[in-house]
C-alpha cells in the first residue's frame, strides 16, 4: 500500500515512509523511522538520556570519585559516633565532603561506593544481555527457519532452561566457586561465573521470541524470492532474514538489561556475589538491614540507585519497542 505524502505548501500530514521534495519522493530507512517515532516519545528519551549517563558514570567512576568523594573502601573512624556508631557530626552526615554520607561503623563513603557499585551491575548486567541475545539469536533463527526436528530439539531445549530453578542453581553455583580457576581469582573470578549464569540459562527468553519472528519470516516474499534464486540456507539466514530481526533483538535486550540489574543485585544480597570490600548494590542492601531503622540512608542510597537504573533501562526499552514496531501502541 502506498504511503500517504507530505506536499509543501499544504495541510497533508506526511507519514515517515516518504515525503515529496521538489517533485521528488525520498524514502526513508527503517532506522530513519523508527529515529523519528523515537523522538516523539519524550519518556523514552528521558530514559535514554538517564541511561547514557549512568554509563558514563560507570566508565568515569575514578576520575568521579577522586574528584567528588573518597576512595570506596577507605575507613573513616572520626565521622562516627562512638556511643550509636553511627555517622554524625560536622563530616559524618550527607554534606559537601560526604554527598550521600558515610557507613555506619567504619564511616566508608557511600558517594562513592553507590559509583564503583555501578560498574559491576552495568557490567555484568551488559555482558550477561549480550551472552543470551547471541546464543538465543542463533538458536531461535536456527529453530524458525529450519524446523521439523531441529525446531523440536531446540524447543524442547528451550523447556528445560525455562524449567530451571535459576536463582537456587546460581546460589550453588556461586556459593562454591573456588579462589582460582580458568587463568581467573577472586572476585574477577565470580564476575565471569556470574556472566555465564545470567547469560546462559536466560537465552531461552531471547530464542523463543526470535523463533517465533523467524517463523513469520520464512514465509515471506523476499525469502521466498531468494529461494527461487537459488540462495541457500546460510545466505538467507545471513543477508535476510537475521537483518529483519535486529529490532526485536534490540528491543529484548533493552528489557533484559535491567532484569540482570535485579538479579545481580539479589545474588550480592544473599551473599554468594562478589566478596567484600568490593562495592555492590545489593551487598550494601544487605549491609544496610541492620541498620535501616537508625540510619535509612545507608539503605536508601543504593536502593535508588538501582530503581534509576531498571526504570530508566524500562523506559527506554518500552519507547525503542513502540518506535521499531508501532503496531504494539
Do not use: C
Not at 497533508?12 to 521528488?24: F, I, M, S
Not at 523522538?39 to 558514563?56: E, M, N, S
Not at 525446531?151 to 550453588?172: G, H, N, V
Not at 535485579?262 to 562478589?274: D, H, I, K, P, T
Amino acid at each position: 500500500m502506498t504511503a500517504p505524502l507530505e506536499v509543501s505548501g499544504s495541510d497533508t500530514t506526511a507519514t515517515p515512509e516518504a515525503v515529496l521534495q521538489g517533485g521528488d519522493i525520498v524514502g526513508r530507512s527503517l532506522g530513519q523511522i523508527a529515529w523519528r517515532r523515537l523522538k516523539r516519545d519524550k519518556v523514552a528519551l528521558t530514559g535514554a538520556g538517564v541511561v547514557l549517563f549512568l554509563i558514563l558514570v560507570a566508565i568515569l567512576a575514578p576520575w568521579i570519585v577522586k574528584l567528588l568523594g573518597h576512595p570506596p573502601n577507605e575507613f573513616h573512624y572520626p565521622v562516627v559516633n562512638a556511643d550509636t556508631q553511627v555517622p554524625s557530626g560536622k563530616y559524618g552526615g550527607v554534606s559537601r565532603h560526604f554527598l550521600f554520607g558515610a557507613e555506619p561503623v567504619n564511616g566508608r563513603d557511600l558517594f562513592s561506593r553507590v559509583i564503583y557499585g555501578s560498574r559491576i551491575s552495568l557490567l555484568i548486567a551488559f555482558l550477561a544481555t549480550l551472552l543470551s541475545v547471541v546464543i538465543g539469536a542463533v538458536m531461535g533463527v536456527v529453530a524458525g527457519y529450519f524446523g521439523g526436528w531441529v525446531d523440536t530439539i531446540i524447543s524442547r531445549l528451550m523447556d528445560i532452561f525455562l524449567a530451571f530453578p535459576l536463582l537456587l542453581f546460581a546460589i550453588a553455583l556461586a556459593g562454591v566457586v573456588p579462589d582460582q580457576a580458568f587463568g581467573l581469582a577472586g572476585n574477577n573470578l565470580r564476575i565471569a561465573v556470574i556472566i555465564f549464569i545470567i547469560g546462559f540459562f536466560n537465552w531461552p527468553y531471547v530464542g523463543r521470541v526470535i523463533r517465533g519472528q523467524t517463523l513469520s519470516l520464512r514465509e515471506r516474499e523476499f525469502v521466498e524470492s531468494a529461494r527461487s534464486l537459488g540462495a541457500r540456507g546460510p545466505y538467507i539466514l545471513a543477508r535476510e532474514v537475521l537483518p529483519n530481526l535486529v529490532a526485536p533483538i534490540l528491543v529484548y535486550a533493552t528489557l533484559l538489561i535491567p532484569t540482570n540489574v535485579l538479579f545481580e543485585a539479589a545474588l550480592s544480597f544473599l551473599g554468594v556475589g562478589l566478596r567484600p570490600p568490593q562495592a555492590t548494590w545489593g551487598g550494601m542492601i544487605s549491609d544496610a538491614t541492620h541498620w535501616y531503622q537508625i540510619d535509612p540512608w545507608f539503605m536508601v542510597s543504593p536502593g535508588l540507585a538501582i530503581f534509576v537504573t531498571v526504570l530508566a533501562f524500562n523506559l527506554f526499552g518500552d519507547g525503542l519497542r513502540d518506535a521499531l514496531d508501532p503496531r504494539a501502541r
